[in-house]
């Protein structure tokens, strides 16, 4: 009896702001004509990368195809089945290291 003496003076109505007032901001809506005028325009993406692009920048992207381009013809020279078998021949030359432990509850 004596802690619902306690809890009994705890406000359970909602905060009250010091101007009282809530505001929410409206949502602007696009018409149709403003989109229209937004895709006429070009862009930055539209004008090239190229032109913004240092020489370092260039040559890093053309590396990086060439080896996205060398990683791929080499997966594809592959099948399934012997990437399969690359993979178990891999995990056999492991370490028993990297195998689970067992756990003995008698000791």
Do not use: H
Not at 7 to 30: I, M, Q
């Amino acid at each position: 009896m004596a802690d619902e003496d306690e809890y009994a003076v705890v406000s359970t109505s909602a905060l009250k702001l010091k101007d009282g007032k809530v505001s929410k901001k409206k949502k602007k809506k696009k018409t149709p004509a403003a989109e229209k005028a937004v895709t006429d325009q070009p862009s930055a993406e539209d004008v090239g990368p190229s032109a913004e692009k240092t020489k370092a920048e260039l040559v890093y992207e053309q590396t990086m195809e060439k080896r996205k381009m060398d990683l791929m013809l080499k997966k594809a020279s592959k099948t399934y089945k012997q990437q399969i078998l690359e993979f178990n021949d891999k995990l056999n030359n492991l370490t028993e290291f990297y195998d689970i432990q067992k756990v003995s509850w008698t000791k």
